[in-house]
């Protein structure tokens, strides 16, 4: 009950392309869902995050789809460009301090 | 913007060898934890604070210990280092409960190898 699932495991997109990464989640519980950014040889950093009262979550490119019935969140990456090229994580809190980690997506945007 | 640092980028120790990891935070956060990374695995959590000297185990706590006698500042130690335990360690720190005070902010990392 406690896992995030995220697929895929790796994602080649053309530049221009759009980006979709998905996860699952099983703890209705869960109230807080970020997604997280990592570039090579840095730790990760926050790039965006839902509340599950809302449906979607827009910033500049980057949207978060929340999906409350099905259990599921997924973020789309639009007009990907090779600086998009990171590894993502999605998490997931439940009105605490801990956050539940996705296994990662390993993003190649290819020019 | 909150800073979390980490002594070291890289370490090369020896098995057997004790290994201390030093994390520092400059943001008066309450909550700091202990992940670390390996390919296709995620983050992993091996331990965290709420608080100074409080601890929690983590989902892999065998092999490590940490200290928090300032909130500032979390330690992380590999009482007896083993090759198994070569792996990057991300050090992060979090204000406190609910919503964006989950928010987690990370260090740079430290890429441990044991030989």
């Known amino acids: 009950q406690q896992q995030v699932k995220q697929s895929p495991q790796s994602l080649i997109v053309q530049k221009g392309g759009i980006s979709i990464i998905n996860c699952a989640y099983e703890?209705?519980?869960?109230?807080?869902f970020p997604w997280y950014q990592q570039f090579p040889g840095k730790g990760p950093a926050l790039l965006i995050a839902?509340?599950?009262d809302v449906s979607e979550k827009k910033e500049g490119r980057f949207t978060i789809s929340f999906n409350k019935s099905a259990k599921q969140f997924s973020l789309h990456i639009m007009d990907s460009q090779p600086g998009d090229s990171a590894t993502y994580f999605c998490a997931a809190s439940y009105s605490n301090y801990q956050l539940i980690w996705g296994a990662g997506t390993k993003l190649i945007i290819k020019p | 913007d909150v800073k979390v640092t980490q002594s070291s980028r890289y370490l090369v120790k020896r098995t057997g060898e004790k290994v201390f990891l030093e994390c520092v935070q400059d943001m008066d956060h309450e909550n700091m934890f202990w992940y670390r990374q390996d390919p296709g695995l995620g983050l992993r959590l091996i331990y965290f604070?709420?608080?100074?000297?409080?601890?929690e185990k983590g989902d892999i706590p065998e092999g490590y210990s940490v200290s928090r006698e300032k909130k500032e500042r979390f330690s992380l130690i590999l009482e007896s280092a083993s090759t198994n335990q070569t792996s990057m360690y991300l050090c992060?720190?979090?204000?406190?409960?609910?919503?964006?005070?989950?928010?987690?902010?990370f260090g740079q990392g430290t890429r441990l190898t044991v030989v």
């Open positions: 703890n209705t519980a869960f109230d807080y």
């Open positions: 992060a720190s979090s204000l406190g409960p609910g919503g964006q005070g989950a928010r987690a902010f």
């Open positions: 604070s709420y608080d100074v000297k409080m601890k």
């Open positions: 839902i509340r599950p």
